[in-house]
């Protein structure tokens, strides 16, 4: 109880800090004249629902790797559930959300528990590679060594090797107090390239939407595109902080003042406040969206015709 409750306080300030912070920079903001471009603002959003759709892809082929599949509906409505539950704080309700439904298909608990811990994995190590990856491309005064880069991003790389992962995981269980009874997956390399394929590419492409949304309250500011790939590093180095900042629901605050920060680099520092807000607001909303639609289909195909579950067809 202490713990969740330090982590309501956390998300309170959180808040607080956010909402400070428009306020101290929203004359700065406003002295670039912005005009709100509802175009590319739809542009941004469909192209970041894309990428949550490829990331919800990779679930479903996540577990179909482990051994345990599971229907693609079912995919989409346990990874866009979990979704609004990292918003509670703690890392647990994100969990059985995915367990709960996933059952429905007969998975059973340690293999969504193995394909969380994995897709964790596969996600930071495919943020840190984009947010590397596009440090080469920031604008920089002086010389500099590329190898300072591309060193990590190859280590980063070879991490994704099966034995590697299942040190990591075997780490994170311990880390977490998980029995050593609990089903341990065999991870093959088809395990981890296929989904991590379709993780790398969802937030690849989260980051370019991040990219014209920030154009859409940019409008008056000189953006090229060969900064898209700054932007999209900027915003996978902001969910790598936001997810390590565990005390804090769905890392409010350390995300936006991660993602504040990486903007400095090429960005006015009011634009990247305001920005850093938006887009915390667009992705509720479209968490929101995607658990409100998966719920609504799911419900209305329940009213059709009784058919065999999927864990009986798989038998």
């Known amino acids: ?90 890392k647990v309700p994100v969990l059985v959300v995915r ?35 596009s440090l080469l491309f920031v604008p920089v005064s002086g010389s500099f060594n590329p190898a300072l880069y591309l060193i990590p991003l190859i280590l980063l790389a070879a991490s994704l090797h099966p034995r590697f992962i299942m040190a990591i995981m075997g780490f994170y269980y311990r880390l977490r107090g998980v029995t050593q009874d609990r089903e341990m997956p065999h991870i093959m390399p088809a395990s981890i390239l296929k989904p991590g394929i379709l993780f790398f590419l969802g937030w690849l492409l989260s980051g370019f939407g991040s990219y014209f949304i920030l154009k859409s309250v940019a409008t008056n500011l000189t953006m090229p595109w060969s900064l898209s790939i700054c932007v999209a590093g900027a915003f996978a180095f902001a969910w790598v902080v936001g997810y390590m900042f565990f005390i804090s629901p769905g890392g409010l605050g350390a995300r936006e003042g991660a993602l504040i920060w990486a903007l400095g680099l090429f960005a006015p520092l009011g634009v990247a406040v305001v920005f850093s807000v938006l887009m915390r607001l667009c992705q509720v909303s479209l968490g929101l969206f995607l658990a409100a639609l998966w719920w609504l289909v799911y419900h209305l195909r329940r009213k059709s015709p009784v058919k065999k579950s999927f864990a009986e067809m798989q038998k």
Not at 35 to 52: F, H, K, N, R
Not at 106 to 123: K, N, R
Not at 125 to 131: A, G, V
């Open 99 to 133: 367990i709960q439904t996933c059952q429905e298909d007969g998975a059973s608990p340690d293999m969504v528990f193995a394909g969380t811990v994995l897709e964790i994995i596969i996600s930071l190590i495919s943020t840190l590679s984009i947010w590397l990856l």
């Open 1 to 90: 109880m202490v713990r969740v409750a330090i982590r309501w306080v956390v998300g309170v300030l959180a808040l607080a800090f956010c909402a400070a912070a428009v306020v101290n920079y929203w004359e700065e903001f406003t002295s670039y004249d912005p005009e709100l471009s509802v175009g590319m603002l739809i542009v941004g959003l469909a192209v970041m629902l894309t990428g949550a759709l490829s990331k919800a892809t990779g679930w479903f082929v996540l577990m179909a790797c482990l051994g345990s599949p599971i229907r693609f509906l079912t995919a989409l409505r346990s990874w866009s559930y979990s979704q609004i539950a990292s918003f509670i704080p703690g």
